[in-house]
Structures are given as C-alpha cells and as structure tokens.
C-alpha cells in the first residue's frame, strides 16, 4: 500500500495533476510553478512510468502531445499545472 503525505506548498510551487488514459493522479511532490513544458511532460513522463496515485504504471507513456495549463492559487488551493490530452475528458487511445 502507498501513502502519500501532502506536501506543504510555498510560494512559486505548484502541484502537477496528471491525466493519462482515463486516470487521473498528481504528483506527490510540488513543482515549480513557473517550470518548462518540456520539464513538465518530462517529469510527468518518469513519474507516470514508476506509478502514481490514480494512475497505474505504464512503460509506454508518451506525453509528446499533450497540453500544460497553468491555473493560479485561489481560495486556499495551490498553483496547479494540469497535463491532459488535447481532446478534453482523458479520452483512452484506440
């Protein structure tokens, strides 16, 4: 079993949602929220290969494609930074 301690956020760290064939996960460390692309969809890429809560270890993952959207802290919620497809709802591969 896996447990995951909520990391404590400080200013200029985001948490990194991950969706990936119809799962949905973060990691369980923050980011930095002004982070590359590049450095997202990488770390994204070693984290979903190993396994992450909500999402199932997969050797193949490939986030090439996908979109970064950033969204800013509010109301007591961290900076996040969403990696989703670019078709909306995590649609699963044919």
Do not use: C, Y
């Amino acid at each position: 079993m896996v447990q995951v301690v909520q990391a404590q956020f400080v200013d200029g760290e985001a948490v990194l949602n991950i969706t990936w064939q119809g799962q949905n996960g973060d990691l369980p460390n923050p980011i930095l929220f002004d982070s590359t692309d590049v450095d997202i969809r990488r770390w994204a890429t070693e984290a979903v290969r190993g396994g992450i809560p909500g999402i199932t270890a997969d050797a193949n993952v490939n986030f090439q494609d996908f979109v970064v959207e950033r969204f800013s802290a509010t109301a007591g919620l961290p900076n996040r930074v969403v990696l989703r497809p670019k078709t909306p709802f995590g649609g699963r591969g044919a």
